[in-house]
């Protein structure tokens, strides 16, 4: 019976009234309308986990600027899409049908022809691209530009934004520590500036002795606990290299020390700083000969101070 009701329906047709368009397909209007949901699917499809066959078939190379000049309130996605593919982020790694060269070709044409202005949606559009597009794209002078005027506020917290997260300026950072008013929640201004700067490796010696200095107690574990994990991995890399059975070239293992008595030398800036946290990160960072140094500071702290001193005395100490 099943297969004798698929034949029937195969075979069967609708007949069409006076009023009904016989081939909708001829329709310009209906055709578009087909089209553009088309569009929306694929779109969706595409900035989302599956990124389906069908889809792949809608958008690609060959149609990307079609789709993007025809269906102005689907850019924002498309943005999206590209600058996934360019950059490997997202599910790029499912969608062949845009290659990361043709979406590169694309955000380069988009970036230059941007208008370097005061609006928001083209500042929007520009930070979004130059971490991507321009690696020595000078952030702090945007900064400064529109530190300028009080309308322009909007469009300073853009590139504030961007170029803390992209930044390896140490200038940048020490510019946005100054521009932190005396308020509530200071310090937690404060604070997502220092990790920031420690991620990109652009915390300046300047700040790190202000810090030292005369900053909370919670500012100073940041950077002290940053400067621990720093140590903690540049002291594995050196092991490695100084293995005997590696051939690291010795400009290499004396490049490694040298950054390590850096770091260990910011980390002196803290000694005074009768903190747990600040202390028990000392303990782990600096070398033997300068552990003394924090015996004031272990005061406080029967535990740290036992194994201070057990460290001090230890001959396999560093």
């Given at each position: 019976?099943?297969?004798?009701?698929k034949?029937?329906?195969?075979?069967?047709?609708?007949?069409?009234?006076?009023?009904?368009?016989?081939n909708?397909?001829g329709?310009?209007d209906?055709?578009?309308?087909?089209?553009?949901?088309?569009?929306?699917r694929?779109?969706?499809?595409?900035?989302?986990?599956?990124?389906?066959?069908?889809?792949q078939k809608?958008?690609?190379?060959?149609?990307?600027a079609?789709?993007?000049?025809?269906?102005?309130?689907?850019?924002?996605d498309?943005?999206?899409?590209?600058?996934?593919?360019?950059?490997?982020?997202g599910?790029?790694?499912?969608?062949?049908?845009?290659?990361?060269?043709?979406?590169?070709?694309?955000?380069?044409?988009?970036?230059a022809?941007i208008?370097v202005?005061?609006k928001?949606?083209?500042?929007y559009?520009?930070?979004?691209l130059?971490?991507?597009l321009?690696?020595s794209?000078?952030?702090?002078?945007?900064l400064?530009?529109f530190?300028?005027?009080e309308?322009?506020?909007?469009?300073?917290?853009?590139?504030?934004?961007?170029?803390?997260?992209?930044?390896?300026?140490?200038n940048?950072?020490?510019?946005?520590w100054?521009?932190v008013?005396r308020?509530?929640?200071a310090?937690d201004k404060k604070?997502?500036?220092?990790?920031?700067?420690?991620?990109?490796g652009?915390?300046?010696?300047?700040?790190?002795?202000?810090?030292?200095?005369?900053?909370?107690k919670?500012?100073?574990?940041?950077?002290?606990?940053?400067i621990?994990e720093?140590?903690?991995?540049?002291?594995?890399?050196?092991?490695?290299?100084e293995?005997?059975y590696?051939?690291?070239?010795?400009?290499d293992?004396?490049?490694?020390?040298?950054?390590?008595?850096k770091?260990?030398?910011?980390?002196m800036?803290?000694?005074?700083?009768?903190?747990?946290?600040?202390?028990?990160?000392?303990?782990?960072?600096?070398?033997?000969?300068?552990?003394?140094?924090?015996?004031?500071?272990?005061?406080?702290h029967?535990?740290?101070?036992?194994?201070i001193?057990?460290?001090?005395?230890s001959?396999?100490?560093?």
């Amino acid at each position: 019976m099943m297969s004798d009701s698929k034949k029937y329906i195969d075979t069967y047709s609708v007949s069409l009234s006076k009023d009904c368009i016989s081939n909708p397909m001829g329709n310009i209007d209906f055709s578009s309308q087909i089209f553009g949901y088309a569009v929306g699917r694929a779109v969706s499809d595409m900035t989302s986990y599956w990124s389906s066959e069908e889809a792949q078939k809608i958008i690609g190379n060959n149609t990307f600027a079609y789709i993007w000049n025809s269906y102005p309130n689907h850019r924002k996605d498309l943005l999206s899409l590209a600058i996934g593919q360019a950059t490997g982020s997202g599910y790029s790694n499912r969608i062949r049908s845009l290659s990361r060269d043709f979406c590169m070709d694309f955000l380069k044409e988009l970036y230059a022809d941007i208008p370097v202005d005061d609006k928001v949606d083209t500042n929007y559009n520009r930070a979004r691209l130059a971490p991507i597009l321009d690696h020595s794209f000078d952030y702090l002078a945007e900064l400064n530009k529109f530190s300028l005027v009080e309308e322009d506020e909007e469009v300073y917290e853009i590139w504030k934004k961007v170029s803390m997260n992209s930044s390896r300026d140490e200038n940048l950072f020490d510019y946005l520590w100054s521009k932190v008013k005396r308020e509530k929640g200071a310090t937690d201004k404060k604070e997502q500036i220092i990790k920031c700067a420690l991620s990109k490796g652009a915390l300046s010696d300047s700040l790190v002795s202000r810090i030292a200095k005369s900053s909370p107690k919670r500012l100073k574990r940041v950077v002290v606990c940053g400067i621990n994990e720093e140590m903690s991995t540049l002291n594995r890399q050196l092991r490695r290299a100084e293995d005997a059975y590696t051939d690291t070239p010795p400009e290499d293992i004396a490049f490694l020390k040298e950054k390590l008595a850096k770091l260990e030398s910011r980390a002196m800036l803290f000694v005074g700083c009768t903190d747990y946290t600040v202390v028990e990160s000392l303990i782990d960072c600096l070398s033997r000969d300068n552990l003394p140094w924090l015996m004031p500071s272990v005061s406080e702290h029967y535990w740290l101070g036992q194994r201070i001193s057990r460290l001090i005395e230890s001959e396999d100490s560093y």
